[in-house]
């Protein structure tokens, strides 16, 4: 046993032992009454459904851990990587695709079993899934030519990079050629994500059926609602999530200048307007906001990752150390840039664990705030009303367990969220309360929805 495949067997059984941790958390809370604030969500019987229900995923997400789990450890533990080595070593470009694509074809295999199981056995049997088999097999098709070809030509092009990169780099690069090379190089993998994304935009439109939402009042309502935004949103698209679940979502759609307001048709049958009303000022809310230091983040990783590169052109030979590292221990003639990839995307991953809890508890904080915008605007009740009955319909955890939702949850649970806006609206209430008497309240200030934003604020920040 070589020190890679030690610290492969080490980071695996640590995320095994971290998954294991926080279901048990879970598992613990569903034993805990609800609390006041989301106590009238479920009923007897509702709630014993929702009980089943997520048992049955909770099953499901260990199995497919586990078969995660087995498919890293045969990849990255068995001798793979030198069978590959022996068969194909001294084609480099065949070397790395078919390392990749074999992986690929077993990994979506096994996610693709699971996620039928997912849909036609545990969600049809709580009555959440619309979706036919055939447009399943389509949806899944279209995901799987996008992985693979993102994935794959992502790893060709970088495997075309690599054995350009020395013959243009030598010994090394001075600093200030370093950093342009990098630049350069990042300039290209910023195209191509801009161009995966777009990918993305495209599968989803193929599967999903878009229609604008019909000008009229409700139109007219949304438009009004964005008075304060300094470019709004003209998109509005009525998307057939009716053709797959009982889903109900609302949504806004960012990539760089394109923005719509996405709303799933069911939303529209199922719901009143002032919910929809409700939803939407949320999502206003997020427009409005400034941008924090978490949307940086990307801004600040792009970064780092280009002077990493830099250094690399500066100092070739630290790359080349890792590779023959990663060689050694798999016994490699050859260098594969598939187990390279592996080897640092597993020593990366406590990192990007810790990085994703950070930045959890800062889309939480944003989620609050935006739900702040909403209560502002009137609609409080309407939100809360939404909630209760989204949770309802689609069997949602309402009281997670507080340390699980700090580290894994990105909007913040039911019981949490329904609490804080009702005591939003109530300050909200004693706020006008004191205005009508013109001893305490004199000026007329707070009418201003400015002030009234500020409020909030402050009542977020705890
Ligand atoms: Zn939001």
Same mark, same amino acid.
């Given at each position: 046993?070589?020190?890679?495949?030690?610290?492969?067997?080490?980071?695996?059984?640590?995320?095994?032992?971290?998954?294991?941790?926080?279901?048990?958390?879970?598992?613990?809370?569903?034993?805990?009454?609800?609390? +006041?604030?989301?106590? *009238?969500?479920?009923?007897?019987?509702?709630?014993?459904?929702?009980?089943?229900?997520?048992?049955?995923?909770?099953?499901?997400?260990?199995?497919?851990?586990?078969?995660?789990?087995?498919?890293?450890?045969?990849?990255?533990?068995?001798?793979?990587?030198?069978?590959?080595?022996?068969?194909?070593?001294?084609? +480099?470009?065949?070397?790395?695709?078919?390392?990749?694509?074999?992986?690929?074809?077993?990994?979506?295999?096994?996610?693709?079993?699971?996620?039928?199981? *997912?849909?036609?056995?545990?969600?049809?049997?709580?009555?959440?899934?619309?979706?036919?088999?055939?447009?399943?097999?389509?949806?899944?098709?279209?995901?799987?030519?996008?992985?693979?070809?993102?994935?794959?030509?992502?790893?060709?092009?970088?495997?075309? @990079?690599?054995?350009? @990169?020395?013959?243009?780099?030598?010994?090394?690069?001075?600093?200030?050629?370093?950093?342009?090379?990098?630049?350069?190089?990042?300039?290209?993998?910023?195209?191509?994500?801009?161009?995966?994304?777009?990918?993305?935009?495209?599968? @989803?439109?193929?599967?999903?059926?878009?229609? +604008?939402?019909?000008?009229?009042?409700?139109?007219?309502?949304?438009?009004?609602?964005?008075?304060?935004?300094?470019?709004?949103?003209?998109?509005?698209?009525?998307?057939?999530?009716?053709?797959?679940?009982?889903?109900?979502?609302?949504?806004?759609?960012?990539?760089?200048?394109?923005?719509?307001?996405?709303?799933?048709?069911?939303?529209?049958?199922?719901?009143?307007?002032?919910?929809?009303?409700?939803?939407?000022?949320?999502?206003?809310?997020?427009?409005?906001?400034?941008?924090?230091?978490?949307?940086?983040?990307?801004?600040?990783?792009?970064?780092?990752?280009?002077?990493?590169?830099?250094?690399?052109?500066?100092?070739?030979?630290?790359?080349?150390?890792?590779?023959?590292?990663?060689?050694?221990?798999?016994?490699?003639?050859?260098?594969?840039?598939?187990?390279?990839?592996?080897?640092?995307?597993?020593?990366?991953?406590?990192?990007?664990?810790?990085?994703?809890?950070?930045?959890?508890?800062?889309?939480?904080?944003?989620?609050?705030?935006?739900?702040?915008?909403?209560?502002?605007?009137?609609?409080?009740?309407?939100?809360?009303?939404?909630?209760?009955?989204?949770?309802? *319909?689609?069997?949602?955890?309402?009281?997670?367990?507080?340390?699980?939702?700090?580290?894994?949850?990105?909007?913040?649970?039911?019981?949490?969220?329904?609490?804080?806006?009702?005591?939003?609206?109530? *300050?909200?209430?004693?706020?006008?309360?004191?205005?009508?008497?013109?001893?305490?309240?004199?000026?007329?200030?707070?009418?201003? +929805?400015?002030?009234?934003?500020?409020?909030?604020?402050?009542?977020?920040?705890?």
């Amino acid at each position: 046993m070589h020190t890679a495949q030690l610290i492969v067997i080490v980071l695996t059984a640590a995320g095994l032992a971290w998954d294991a941790w926080l279901s048990r958390r879970s598992e613990r809370q569903f034993h805990r009454p609800l609390p +006041p604030a989301v106590a *009238d969500v479920y009923d007897r019987d509702r709630y014993a459904d929702f009980r089943a229900y997520h048992a049955e995923h909770e099953r499901l997400s260990r199995a497919s851990a586990l078969a995660g789990v087995a498919i890293t450890l045969a990849a990255l533990v068995a001798p793979y990587f030198k069978w590959m080595d022996q068969a194909l070593g001294a084609r +480099p470009y065949a070397l790395a695709f078919w390392s990749y694509a074999l992986i690929w074809v077993v990994k979506t295999t096994a996610e693709t079993i699971f996620s039928y199981y *997912d849909v036609f056995v545990i969600e049809a049997r709580y009555g959440q899934n619309r979706r036919t088999r055939r447009a399943f097999a389509k949806d899944t098709a279209l995901d799987a030519a996008e992985s693979l070809a993102v994935g794959g030509g992502g790893l060709m092009f970088t495997t075309w @990079l690599l054995s350009r @990169l020395s013959a243009w780099t030598g010994g090394g690069l001075s600093a200030g050629r370093a950093v342009l090379a990098a630049g350069i190089v990042a300039a290209i993998l910023f195209a191509g994500m801009l161009a995966a994304a777009g990918l993305e935009l495209f599968v @989803l439109t193929r599967q999903y059926r878009l229609t +604008p939402l019909p000008e009229g009042p409700l139109r007219d309502q949304i438009m009004a609602l964005q008075a304060g935004v300094k470019r709004p949103i003209t998109r509005i698209l009525v998307y057939n999530e009716s053709a797959k679940s009982t889903r109900k979502n609302a949504f806004m759609f960012r990539f760089f200048g394109f923005k719509a307001f996405g709303i799933a048709d069911n939303f529209l049958s199922g719901n009143s307007e002032r919910e929809l009303l409700a939803v939407l000022s949320h999502e206003i809310g997020h427009l409005k906001h400034k941008r924090t230091l978490a949307n940086f983040v990307p801004a600040i990783l792009a970064a780092a990752g280009v002077l990493l590169l830099a250094l690399c052109c500066a100092r070739p030979g630290l790359p080349r150390a890792f590779d023959f590292w990663a060689r050694r221990c798999y016994g490699l003639a050859h260098t594969n840039l598939m187990l390279d990839f592996a080897l640092i995307k597993l020593v990366a991953s406590p990192a990007a664990a810790a990085l994703s809890v950070w930045h959890n508890f800062r889309s939480r904080r944003e989620e609050k705030e935006a739900d702040m915008e909403a209560v502002g605007n009137g609609y409080g009740a309407e939100l809360i009303a939404t909630f209760k009955r989204l949770s309802r *319909d689609q069997l949602v955890d309402v009281n997670p367990d507080p340390t699980v939702e700090a580290l894994t949850y990105d909007h913040p649970g039911m019981a949490a969220r329904i609490a804080y806006i009702e005591k939003a609206m109530a *300050d909200q209430a004693d706020h006008l309360g004191q205005k009508i008497n013109p001893k305490s309240m004199p000026s007329n200030k707070n009418k201003n +929805p400015r002030a009234n934003r500020r409020l909030f604020k402050s009542v977020q920040s705890f």
